[in-house]
Structure formats: C-alpha cells, structure tokens
C-alpha cells in the first residue's frame, strides 16, 4: 500500500475470518478471493488515511481507493447454524451519477463502519466536503452545480451570491458585439461612431486628414465595410 504525499495513515483494519468462517458464509462454495454481481473484492484490508479509505484484495491482486464517501453500512461476522457474513458497504452520491455503493467482507464491518462514520462521515464533515465542492465548481464557474451544493447544505445566502454572480457573467457576453463569428470589443463600435458624429462638425484641412487616415486604418482592420468607408469619407470632406 503506497501513500501518497502529505498522506497519513490512520488505522488498518485487517479481515480475520478463518477459512472455514470464509466457506461457511459463502454458503459452502469455498470460493475465497470471488466477485459477486454488484459486490466489490471478497475479504482483504482496509487502511484508513487522511485523505481517504484504501481496500487491499487477500487473494486478488487489485486494490480500491475510495474518496468523497457519503456513509457506510457494516455487519460483523457471526458463526452458527446458519453463519453471517461480516461486510462493509460503503455509499457514496454523485452529482453526475447519482448514488451507488460496493460492499465488501470482512469479519468487522460493523466495527469498521461505526468507527468511519463517527470520525470522518458526521453530517458537519459532509457539510463541510460539499461546501470545499462548492467552491471548486464556482472558480471553474460551474454556478449551476455550486447553487445546488448551497442549497442543498442549507446556504440560501451563498446561493443568492452565485446567482447574482451568474447574471453579472452572462450580462458582459450581452455587452459584446459578434462580428464574422468572432467577438469584438464594443471600443471599435465607439470609435466609429464617435468618427462620424465629429465629422459633420467644421475641421481644418488636418483634422480631415488624420480622421481620413483613420478611417482607412479602420478599413484596413475590417472595423467598417467599404460602403461604411465611403460614406464616412464624403462626411469628413463635407460633401
């Protein structure tokens, strides 16, 4: 098991039941080390870090690494008559795919989920994952995802600030001018029309000049047509 930088480990829960526990609770097959049909690895260890909860298979080499978990639900391993499987099911919800879950065995699952959602899954921890999630989708402005994180965790402030946020965005995309596709800074327009507004007005012979050459670099950028050029033109010559 590697950690990862700035990644401690807390506490290692290893699976201790025995073979014959193993083929008991699996009804008899001896199949140790098998995949079930929405069932994660079968009996293994689990290291509990900072950041996140590792699974390491006892018979299968494949490890699971699990962040952002919303609860868990365990079982202990009980022998009998009829013998119970110990299990861990762990349940995350994502907003792209809503909820979903994988259970794995292990003889103290109970053990393991009540220490899990005592210490790292309380709802003031969650609370405080969403809201780091929350402020994520916001700076890569995602407002939509960021509104519903707010309200969901009961911020009806912080979601009126980020839909406040979202219209002052989208009110600079309307300020734009779309010229051949592509978008222009409304100072071009100004420009223009501030040309033409002081042309009307009498001029000496080199202001008519430098706003003549004016135009023309106006021309020449694709900033007006060539219509647009020759009426500019007669209004600063005055005829």
Known sequence: MMLEEGEKLI???????SGMG?????????????REAGI??????FFITNQRLIFESEKINENHSHIGIDRTEGVNFRSG???VKGTLKIIKTEF?????SCTYQIHCGKEISDYLNQEFYTQEIKNERL?????????HLNYENAIEIYEEIGKPAEAARVRKL??????VKVDQTVIHGDYVDDRDTIVKDSVISKSSVGTSGDDKIA???KIAEMKDKGIIDDDEFRQMKKEILGK
């Open 131 to 139: 809201m780091n999630k929350a402020k994520e989708y916001e700076k």
């Open 166 to 171: 979202k219209v002052e965005q989208g009110s």
């Open 81 to 83: 008559f009829f013998p």
């Open 22 to 34: 193993k083929i008991a609770a699996d009804g008899h097959k001896g199949t140790i080390g098998k």
């Open 96 to 100: 792209s795919k809503g909820m979903h």
């Open 11 to 17: 506490r290692t829960f290893k699976d201790e039941t």
């Open 40 to 45: 994660g690895l079968v009996y293994g260890t």
């Open 211 to 213: 706003k003549l050459e």
